[in-house]
T-cell receptor, first 112, second 115 residues
């Protein structure tokens, strides 16, 4: 079955710097890769997703890149702000049925 | 903006007791998911409903867990009897359609502590 590994588990950056979180997946049939942000005590919220027919997608300060050959995808946050501090989860869809397999999460701390 | 609702938000129980969690998905969403999130890990799918039918419960410990979505709207997840290892966050999510690559919207979760 699908397995998703996420690195690093914790990441501390200075405000204004960039942050990069990387995920690898095992199922070559996966075609959908969402990223969720979970602030302390709050629900996970979708921040960006990418489908396998594109290699990169941007939304303001957030971008995601996908390398299907290598089976990895990454989240890039530029000009980080304190409100970016949260846990970020990557996920990959199994080959059928809209089932997501999640990575273990990355705790991002943005220091001001 | 419509959101997934869950209750209770917190539940403390003793082992061997029964607990139940409730989820109300976004109106019109056909697919409903229950996830378990252990501290420090990502959510893990327990059961997936399409309308009132279970489409995947392969990771649901059926000796003690049950889930239903009788009218294809809200859903209940039950644990009986609860064990210490069941302490976790239980998240409900919903998606509009039944196909692939549908965005899943999460509720705030129910944090369960079993003593």
């Amino acid at each position: 079955g699908e397995n998703v590994e996420q690195h690093p588990s914790t990441l501390s950056v200075q405000e204004g710097d960039s942050a990069v979180i990387k995920c690898t997946y095992s199922d070559s049939a996966s075609n959908y890769f969402p990223w969720y942000k979970q602030e302390l005590g709050k629900r996970p919220q979708l921040i960006i997703d990418i489908r396998s027919n594109v290699g990169e997608k941007k939304d303001q300060r957030i971008a995601v890149t996908l390398n299907k050959t290598a089976k990895h995808f990454s989240l890039h946050i530029t000009e980080t702000q304190p409100e970016d501090s949260a846990v970020y989860f990557c996920a990959a869809e199994k080959e059928y049925g809209n089932k997501l397999v999640f990575g273990a999460g990355t705790i991002l701390r943005v220091k001001s | 903006e419509a959101e997934v609702a869950q209750s209770p938000r917190y539940k403390i129980t003793e082992k061997s007791q029964a607990v139940a969690f409730w989820c109300d998905p976004i109106s019109g969403h056909a697919t409903l998911y229950w996830y378990r999130q252990i501290l420090g890990q990502g959510p893990e799918l327990l059961v997936q409903f399409q309308d009132e039918s279970v489409v995947d419960d392969s990771q649901l410990p059926k000796d003690r867990f049950s889930a239903e979505r009788l009218k294809g709207v809200d859903s209940t997840l039950k644990i009986q009897p609860a064990e210490l290892g069941d302490s976790a966050m239980y998240l409900c999510a919903s998606s509009l359609g039944t196909g692939r690559q549908e965005t899943q919207y999460f509720g705030p979760g129910t944090r369960l502590l079993v003593l």
